[in-house]
């Protein structure tokens, strides 16, 4: 059961997301995590293929986001998961128990996430800002952007598409802006092909993450 990870887009920034720049869901890795998941009806159980990041790329800000998540999940959101079994257990024959049907799913679902951030968090590579090149664009950098056929002044930070969400500022180094970004000098100007045309593009500042 692959997770669906919604694609969110500013209504401002529509020319330059319409390229396809998910917040997690770029690119599927090739190794999968397998997982035996109790599942509420009959008893039964599911096996969920969690899909994780071959090479995870966070930022330091993005790694302790994870952990923060984890924790919580881990604490708080599984304690009250099992409160509610407990409950639902109360109102009588679970065979014929919605309640419990629905909180046996819910747990399912937060042991899948909690998986795959454990994952993430074993398999990532944290950037370090003092390694972070200000002569060239470069994963961790902040890029400002100048879009020379509206005039609108853009800013990203560069970012694995564990993190990236554009609506926050942080583009995906697999998407198409994030990948023709690379390696280039501040004042150089691209065009990268999008669906709704070609963005030109001129890169005015490269600054290391603060």
């Known amino acids: 059961m692959r997770p669906s990870v919604p694609i969110r887009m500013m209504a401002a920034l529509a020319a330059l997301l319409a390229a396809g720049v998910p917040a997690s869901a770029q690119s599927w890795p090739a190794r999968p995590v397998n997982m035996v998941i109790p599942f509420a009806a009959g008893g039964a ?5 969690e899909a994780v990041e071959k090479d995870v790329i966070l930022t330091p800000e993005g790694y302790e986001k994870l952990k923060d998540e984890l924790e919580h999940l881990q604490t708080d959101r599984r304690q009250e998961v099992a409160d509610r079994i407990r409950e639902a257990r109360e109102f009588g024959d679970i065979s014929e128990n919605s309640e419990y049907d629905d909180a046996k799913n819910e747990q399912a679902m937060l042991e899948a996430r909690i998986a795959q951030l454990e994952e993430r968090l074993r398999s990532a590579r944290v950037i370090d800002a003092s390694e972070v090149s200000t002569d060239v664009v470069s994963l961790g950098s902040n890029v400002r952007l100048k879009d020379l056929d509206r005039g609108d002044s853009l800013q990203y930070q560069i970012v694995g598409s564990a993190e990236a969400d554009p609506t926050q500022g942080r583009l995906s180094n697999e998407s ?11 004042g150089e ?12 593009l001129k890169i ?6 603060s």
């Open 189 to 200: 100007e691209l065009e990268v092909a999008v669906p709704l045309g070609t963005l030109r």
């Open 45 to 49: 159980h599911i096996r969920v293929e």
């Open 176 to 186: 198409p802006v994030g990948r023709a970004l690379l390696g280039r000098k501040k």
């Open 204 to 209: 005015t500042a490269i600054k290391a993450p």
